[in-house]
């Protein structure tokens, strides 16, 4: 196994396959046990150092961590010695003296958990770095596509929204290409990054008009699209991008039966998803983030309890 | 004053002959009573001219001083050096420029001939007081608000127009700035792929295109600061078959190192202009052989470890080049001695307008000059280098090419490798 996960790319078929199959059977063993809890890290300590607010990151690995007995530290940005201007590597240093086993890095700057990888002897788990990568979003969505369709080898996804900003994106695009699916990215020109076609995986197909794409995907992911990004020109306003963007009713139609519809929260309702479709039985929003401790624990156990 | 007598020299790479040093300068009389040097098989350069050191000092002394600048400058095999304008405070008054000088001619390893900033602060508005700096004794002749680019149009216009009074010249940084907000690195499939802002290659050529016109049109001087693009060799072609009055200069790393080295996400390798592909490398690399492009140039840019040992986003973009720089044309370039002398000490001394500096090393001529030898390699170590700073991107690699001595007006700055002060 690997001992840090930085990016999706550092998951072979292989590798992801066994985190996806390690995540079902923690499914199973959580729930066949009256206590919630396996004690796999007891005696581990896990850090989570989020220099971004991010509730719903932190506490999926926090809740992942717990699961598995670990001891867990929430490190945050705000209120720490980071607030006054330490620098990132103090910090490593820090944590390095304390002890931790793994530590979860949320932050703001693409490639910082690269960085931190070499300044501590632990794991480093990437939970989302700038505009770069979110390994575990990619790992808890193909296995959220695979517990709904049955497999990812062979699926059509779309991706559909800011992937120029999009660090999930870029880790789906990865990831998914690995197992075998066929991803599209879909959105405005100005979002979707120039030769992104073979920056990151061959085969991966650009296309600027969503209906045309709808009617042949297993999968839409839409992505957060931040309102502000009209001010930098991306686009001419909230309302055109989500007429033209925007998954509503009569886009959801347009899919197959089968066809399922991901978003990685938060979700902007309304904009680039409608109410209406954000509550359809078709969105897995709500099984995301439940997968996504399953997800964390197997990756924790794989990083953490494999080397042991 | 001693007088030195360099025996066996190999000038520019082809006779061998001995120099002898005397009251500055090289010349032909008597041998007699003159220290001799061992010079067998060393190649004699004029000593080399750097158009673009940034020398830290006023402002940011932890990372470079002018002195250790100087002695980093001497050990690569310098005479003179252009010292960048953007300290704190900002080289754009007399007063500025003259303290620089002085601490130069305090130092004295090179010459240190200040470069004065192009407009107040560098705030690309208001044109700096140019003709008081090109008044002062450092006789300012280039100016340049290099780090920024002086964006508004009009501005560069007069700018340019303005130093034709006294044949100045304007260094430009070729970066349109809205075509650059947050960039961090070369804009292309690794940057997509790092998910860092992409620096494109067309925000250099716009400004490159633009000022070449404007320096047409006005009939003034223009320099292009570190080109970096295959696209900006194809303007400047143009513009100098179009009878613009126009030079340019390439650094060593944009002759050698290419976006992917952002990958390690380590800010060594952070640079502005940014590190580019193999294509944009082999189009510089001819560019420089045939003459598009006049120099090279060091760009070299001190940080201090706390500005580099931080966050991609964060680190403050520059690396060191004097000490690296000759190794790196050398193994790089394609030229032979006479070409390298060529790009890295004759022309930028004329642009420059240094009038000591830049000539060959025969009889007549100041004893500015340099000695290399070609057989030597060595390994670059981050803390052995003269520089205050350690921001090398070399570090580790075995490079071809070694200077042994260098002499600033017939005194050695540098001897058997080490700086004499």
């Known amino acids: 196994m690997i001992r840090h996960l930085l990016s999706a790319a550092d998951l072979d078929a292989g590798t992801a396959t066994e985190v996806l199959d390690t995540a079902a059977r923690m499914d199973e063993a959580i729930a066949d046990r009256e206590v919630k809890k396996l004690p796999t890290l007891r005696g581990r300590t896990v850090v989570n150092l989020f220099y971004e607010d991010s509730t719903r990151t932190r506490i999926s690995f926090e809740a992942a961590a717990k699961r598995l007995s670990a001891d867990v530290i929430n490190f945050s940005a705000k209120g720490s010695s980071v607030s006054k201007g330490e620098s990132l590597k103090d910090t490593a240093l820090t944590l390095q003296a304390m002890g931790a086993d793994a530590v979860v890095i949320r932050h703001p700057a693409s490639g910082a958990p690269y960085q931190l990888a070499g300044w501590v002897n632990g794991s480093v788990l990437n939970a989302g770095d700038g505009t770069h990568e979110h390994p575990t979003q990619a790992l808890l969505d193909a296995y959220t596509m695979r517990s709904r369709l049955g497999r990812v080898d062979g699926l059509s996804v779309a991706i559909v929204g800011d992937v120029l900003h999009s660090r999930v994106a870029r880790s789906n695009v990865l990831l998914l290409s690995a197992l075998g699916a066929k991803v599209t990215l879909v959105g405005p020109p100005t979002l979707l990054p120039l030769g992104i076609e073979d920056a990151l995986a061959s085969g991966t197909e650009v296309r600027y008009d969503l209906d045309e794409v709808l009617p042949g995907v297993d999968v839409v992911m839409m992505l957060r699209v931040q309102r502000e990004r009209m001010e930098d020109a991306y686009f001419p306003s909230a309302r055109e991008y989500t007429r033209r963007y925007g998954l509503d009713g009569a886009r959801l139609r347009a899919l197959p039966e089968h066809a399922i519809v991901m978003h990685p929260g938060p979700m902007n309702r309304g904009m680039e998803i409608s109410p209406e479709v954000a509550d359809s039985p078709r969105s897995t929003i709500v099984e995301q983030v439940a997968n996504g401790v399953s997800v964390r624990m197997a990756v924790l156990y794989l990083l953490l309890g494999g080397a042991k | ?50 158009l673009h050191t940034h020398l830290r000092e006023p402002g940011r002394e932890d ?61 690309g508005e208001q044109l700096a007081e140019l003709g008081a700096m090109a008044g002062s004794a450092a006789r300012v002749r280039i100016f340049s608000d290099d780090g920024h680019c002086v964006a508004d149009p009009r501005v560069m216009r007069r700018a340019l127009e303005y130093v034709k009074a006294f044949d100045g010249v304007i260094a430009q940084h070729a970066e349109e700035p809205r075509l650059t907000v947050g960039a961090q690195m070369h804009e292309g499939s690794v940057s997509v792929r790092l998910g860092l802002a992409g620096w494109p290659a067309v925000a250099e050529e716009a400004i490159v295109a633009r000022d070449a016109l404007l320096a047409g049109h006005v009939g003034a001087r223009l320099h292009v600061c570190h080109v970096s693009t295959a696209g900006s060799v194809e303007i400047l072609r143009w513009a100098k078959r179009s009878g613009v009055r126009v030079t340019a200069e390439v650094t060593p790393h944009h002759l050698l190192l290419t976006d992917a080295s952002a990958e390690s996400y380590d800010p060594v390798f952070k640079v502005n202009p940014p590190l580019r592909t193999a294509e944009d490398i082999a189009a510089l690399r001819a560019a420089l052989a045939d003459g598009t492009i006049d120099a090279v140039a060091t760009d070299h840019a001190p940080h201090a470890v706390e500005d580099k040992e931080c966050e991609w986003d964060y680190a403050r973009p520059g690396m060191l080049g004097l000490e690296t720089a000759l190794s790196i044309v050398y193994q790089n370039g394609g030229l032979d001695w006479d070409q390298i002398a060529e790009r890295m000490s004759r022309t930028p001394a004329r642009i420059a307008g240094l009038a000591d500096h830049g000539r060959d090393p025969v009889p007549g001529a100041p004893a500015n000059l340099t000695l290399v030898d070609p057989q030597a390699r060595w390994r670059v170590d981050p803390t052995a280098l003269a520089s205050g700073s350690r921001n090398t991107p070399y570090a580790g690699m075995a490079l071809p090419g070694r200077v042994v001595h260098t002499f600033l007006r017939g005194e050695p700055t540098v001897f058997e490798g080490k700086a004499t002060r």
């Not at chain 2, 500055?24 to 007699?32: C, K, L, N, P």
């Open chain 2, 1 to 50: 004053m001693t007088t030195y007598l360099l025996k066996g020299v190999s000038l520019l790479g082809r006779d061998r002959t001995d120099l002898l040093l005397a009251d500055g300068r090289i010349t032909d009389a008597s041998t007699a009573g003159a220290e001799v040097i061992d010079a067998d098989g060393l190649v004699a350069l004029p000593g080399l001219v750097d």
């Open chain 2, 63 to 123: 990372a470079e001083t002018v002195e250790s600048g100087s002695r980093a400058a001497a050990l690569g095999g310098y005479t003179a050096v252009c010292a960048m304008a953007n300290t704190e405070p900002v080289a754009d008054t007399a007063g500025v420029v003259e303290q620089v000088w002085r601490l130069g001619r305090a130092a004295g390893l090179v010459d240190v001939q200040p470069v004065g900033a192009v407009t107040v602060g560098l705030g």
